[in-house]
């Protein structure tokens, strides 16, 4: 005869229910408090960035007829390419581009190279003069400039005279012109590119320059072929941003010539205020904003792309 024992079941813990509870509810997402702090930044990021950026999109496939927006394609993107005020815009960014990029990035590597340098002193305060253009206005600095390079008691030419040369028209010759824009320009912003690039060489080990100078190479020689390379993300960077820069001039050359003499100096930017704001064409504003956009992102993936095929080599 067997005897049964009574199995005891084991009550549920009740104290511990709740405890699970409230750890699920913590492992949930908070997706309502996520919403409810992202909810004002998103409404005011559609309301001032994305409505106007499709609305421009949109726009740049209509034209104005008959007091109404008329849907016409790609007819204001075609009309670019027989626009030789259009074109001559571009032909001017790229001749700026190709001398002003260059000449500033060279210039703010030298200049960050002497910034790291241990002998000099105040280093401190020479970073922050350096870098002052690059956190005055656009406007005020281009206006500084408009002053200091007129033909007649500009102080320019008055330096000139001094030295025993004639007076450059600085702003009414198409040469000059350029070449004042591309002054005014790698004036502002080399002190700023500068700053990056010390940086950069300030995150190099002093025992590269040690390695470097116990076989024997000199100062240009550790430069060129130890440090510049570990510093091609850094250029890179420059590079890139620079050459946005350059691509949207606007402020600088429609103070100091209004894109002039002669569409000279005109950018794509400054046409494209010029359709927008006085001619009144909106649609073939807004294309050509979307070709600059277009441009600018052709170029910058174009740099990318040589930079990684440098550093696969």
Known sequence: MTSSVPVRLRKPDRAAAPATA?????????HRAAWLFAGPTAALFTAFFAYPL???????????????DVWVGLDQYRRMLHDPAFLQSLTNTGLILAVQVPVMIGLALVLAVLLN?????????????FFLPAIT????????????????????????????????DWLNSPTWARISLIGSVTWRWTGYN?????AGLQAIGRDQYEAAALDGAGTV????????????????????????GTLQLFDENYVLTRGGPGDATLTP???????GFQQLDFGYAAAIAWTVVLIIAAVSL??????????RR
């Open 22 to 30: 409230t750890a699920r509810r913590r492992r949930r997402p908070p």
């Open 54 to 68: 499709g609305a421009s999109l949109y726009q740049s496939f209509t034209a104005r007829r008959d007091g109404a």
């Open 117 to 129: 340098q241990s002998w000099l002193r105040f280093r401190a305060g020479w970073r922050a003069v």
């Open 137 to 168: 206005t656009l406007v005020a600095y281009a206006v500084v400039f408009q002053v200091l390079l007129r033909t007649d008691g500009g102080l320019a030419n008055q330096l000139l005279q001094s030295l025993g040369l004639g007076p450059v």
């Open 194 to 198: 500068a700053v990056i690039l010390l």
């Open 221 to 244: 020689r550790t430069h060129t072929g130890v440090i510049l390379p570990q510093l091609r993300p850094v250029v890179l960077f420059c590079v890139v941003t620079s050459t946005i």
């Open 269 to 275: 930017v400054v046409y494209l205020y010029k359709v």
């Open 302 to 311: 174009l740099q990318f792309r040589l930079y990684g095929r440098e550093r």
